[in-house]
């Protein structure tokens, strides 16, 4: 509470000693040791009502329901992190058990009725041409852009 040291104290207590006298020193501790009990007792039965009120307030229930908003585990976040570390490690393309996933067009041929299969073959054979053509362009430019750099340094 004070910042008093033990030579503080002692100075105190020597002019204390001069200033009343030794008849009326105890006294005047007496007096001053039934002050600080008083201001004592009094500040403990204020720290007490604020308290009360507060409880019946619900001051305390808010308080708990703050403390338990900031606490993860209490309020869920937990299993919300688990969650999303489980979905950042997901690869679309593994099956649940660890093991690569099926190609879908064979799983997709078993399902599909006869037509849809041929309709899905000649879009699947289409799509293979497709791609073909292009890298089959993409190669051409290629080389197009290699002799004409070879023209140039020439």
């Given at each position: 509470?004070?910042?008093?040291?033990?030579?503080?104290?002692?100075?105190?207590?020597?002019?204390a000693?001069?200033?009343?006298?030794?008849?009326?020193?105890?006294?005047?501790?007496?007096?001053?040791?039934?002050f600080?009990?008083?201001?004592?007792?009094?500040?403990?039965?204020?720290?007490?009502?604020?308290e009360?009120?507060?409880?019946?307030?619900?001051?305390?229930?808010?308080?708990?329901?703050?403390k338990g908003?900031?606490?993860?585990?209490?309020f869920?976040?937990?299993?919300?992190?688990?969650?999303?570390e489980?979905?950042?490690?997901?690869?679309?393309?593994?099956?649940?058990?660890?093991?690569?996933?099926?190609?879908?067009?064979?799983?997709?041929?078993?399902?599909?009725s006869?037509?849809?299969?041929?309709?899905?073959?000649?879009?699947?054979?289409?799509?293979?041409?497709?791609?073909?053509?292009?890298?089959?362009?993409?190669?051409?430019?290629?080389?197009?852009?290699?002799?004409?750099?070879?023209?140039?340094?020439?």
């Amino acid at each position: 509470m004070f910042d008093i040291g033990m030579s503080e104290l002692l100075i105190i207590g020597i002019v204390a000693l001069i200033v009343v006298g030794p008849k009326d020193l105890p006294g005047m501790f007496r007096t001053l040791g039934r002050f600080t009990a008083r201001a004592k007792s009094m500040a403990r039965e204020f720290s007490r009502a604020m308290e009360a009120a507060a409880d019946e307030s619900g001051m305390k229930e808010a308080s708990e329901a703050l403390k338990g908003a900031a606490n993860p585990k209490k309020f869920g976040l937990d299993k919300l992190n688990e969650a999303a570390e489980t979905f950042e490690k997901w690869d679309p393309m593994k099956a649940p058990d660890g093991k690569a996933a099926p190609k879908t067009d064979t799983a997709q041929k078993d399902d599909l009725s006869p037509e849809r299969a041929d309709a899905a073959k000649k879009i699947s054979e289409a799509a293979a041409k497709k791609a073909t053509e292009r890298k089959a362009a993409e190669a051409a430019a290629s080389t197009e852009d290699a002799a004409q750099k070879t023209r140039d340094e020439a």
